[in-house]
């Protein structure tokens, strides 16, 4: 076996440490910004710039509809860009660098400068400080789950990375949450509380990003080779990949679905906890036992993709057994009653399997991009993870007004829990429905959609092999040609 046929070996994994942590680093640094452009943006806004919550809610429409179509965009953007470069430029690191400066000034700026002005122009500068943190945050994000896929050469590499990524994540949360929180308590809630806070994360943020742009490597030959008779990347391109790529379908669907099961949990979680079990402290100690069930799995998913043969094989399994907890927990509920403690460990190890199928998607969605290769003869990374953003953040729009929704029709009275009175048997009933059964239906759609669309089998991997190590081997021998600079 030669050294690019053993490279491309399902089985193999040559990942160093320093390529792990470094991929890791990446969601962390991102997560940190989150964590205080989503918890504490929204107070900020109202209570130190002095919006209103009408004009807050307009505000937040136009930048959900911008987020939404950005990603797309950025993902094309890279790829159009990369066919004019030299051939053994790296494709997603100069991204990554250039990320840093836009991301971290936006958040500062974002956190700081409309709160010293008044009327229309703090408006103004509210609208484009978070414009500008959004691009230089759309910016890491493409880049970084795009990088997975010329980082990793097989599925076993692409899980890996996929199970770092979900470190990452859980660590960039819990480092943010810690700080931020820690500097607005003893700095205080202030002008310049929030200015400190932002400077705090965005500093944190700058460390991890960089680690993450020194540490990843654009390994992968066979995504770096490109025909000199393939057409220019359009944005076109992706009607032909969904007409023509069904794993890349079936991701969709899957991720759909599961915006859609995770939604129905986390939008109905507190109501449960308040209105059934009487006790909103028990979120607490769901999220430490999400956060400790996920990464106790996520150090063991490279082996249990192999012991499962498969990433697919091994989310049909989680997802399976994640249907099983919460529908075994819906009927325990309707025939005795628990303690909100069992409750809230029981679901939360079956919303933290669900949030499984999340973090294997990402080494999925890559395997897509080299299928997409394979058959259209096109190599656009870029495009297909924004796109996949995209029906992401649809699915999630769409099941978060549909919770609320189904809370009002299943007669939730918040009338009566200020009153300090339980909600009719009926709502309750609903509630544990909405909680327990609609992520089971979600996990469901996931298990359908890698059933009957997901395509890429063992033959079609061997195949996308095969076509992987002769791109790699004629983007040697054009280097050895000295046809690539």
């Not at 430029?89 to 971290?104: E, G, H, M, V």
């Not at 006790?279 to 150090?299: E, K, P, R, Y």
């Not at 061997?462 to 000295?482: M, N, T, V």
């Amino acid at each position: 076996m030669t050294a690019i046929e053993e490279k491309y070996t399902p089985e193999t994994n040559k990942l160093s440490w320093k390529h792990r942590v470094g991929y890791a680093a990446g969601d962390a640094g991102g997560v940190v910004t989150l964590v205080m452009a989503q918890t504490y943006m929204n107070r900020y806004i109202t209570n130190i710039v002095g919006v209103s919550f009408e004009t807050l809610s307009i505000l937040l429409i136009v930048w959900n509809i911008w987020d939404a179509l950005n990603d797309p965009l950025m993902g094309n953007i890279i790829d159009r860009l990369f066919e004019h470069r030299k051939a053994s430029d790296d494709k997603f690191r100069p991204w990554i660098l250039a990320s840093i400066p836009i991301i971290c000034l936006g958040l500062i700026a974002l956190f700081s400068a409309p709160s010293h002005l008044k009327g229309i122009l703090a408006l103004a500068t509210l609208f484009i400080t978070k414009i500008i943190y959004e691009a230089g945050y759309t910016m890491i994000n493409i880049a970084m789950g795009s990088i997975q896929g010329v980082m990793a050469v097989n599925d076993t590499e692409r899980a890996t990375l996929s199970s770092f990524r979900g470190l990452g994540s859980n660590f960039g949360a819990l480092v943010g949450s810690i700080a931020i929180s820690q500097v607005l308590a003893h700095v205080g809630e202030s002008q310049f509380g929030y200015m400190i806070a932002s400077i705090v994360a965005a500093s944190l943020a700058a460390v991890l990003i960089f680690t993450h742009y020194i540490f990843t490597e654009e390994r992968n030959e066979a995504a770096k080779y490109v025909d000199e008779h393939q057409d220019s990347v359009k944005f076109s391109d992706i009607w032909s990949t969904l007409r023509q790529n069904p794993a890349y379908v079936a991701l969709i669907v899957h991720s759909i679905f599961l915006s859609f099961g995770e939604a129905m949990y986390n939008g109905t979680s507190s109501y449960m906890v308040a209105d059934v079990f009487g006790n909103i402290g028990l979120l607490s100690i769901a999220s430490i036992v999400q956060v400790t069930v996920s990464v106790i799995i996520l150090i063991f998913v490279p082996k249990l993709v192999q012991f499962t043969n498969g990433s697919v094989n091994l989310l049909r399994i989680i997802m399976a057994i994640s249907i099983t907890l919460f529908v075994s927990l819906f009927f325990s509920l309707m025939i005795a009653e628990l303690p909100g403690l069992v409750y809230i460990i029981w679901a939360g190890s079956a919303a933290t399997l669900l949030n499984l199928g999340v973090q294997l998607q990402w080494g999925l969605l890559a395997e897509s991009v080299d299928y997409n290769q394979f058959t259209l003869g096109k190599r656009n990374e870029g495009t297909l993870y924004g796109s996949f953003m995209f029906s992401r953040r649809l699915g999630q729009t769409i099941a978060q007004s549909l919770v609320v929704l189904i809370i009002s029709w299943i007669g939730y009275n918040p009338d009566l829990t200020n009153a300090g009175l339980r909600q009719a048997e009926s709502t309750i009933r609903g509630l544990s429905m909405t909680n327990l059964i609609g992520p089971a239906l979600g996990a469901l759609g996931s298990i359908l959609a890698f059933t009957i669309i997901w395509n890429i089998n063992d033959e079609v991997r061997k195949e996308i092999s095969q076509f992987k190590q002769k791109q790699a081997q004629l983007y040697k021998e054009e280097i050895a040609a000295g046809k690539i600079e």
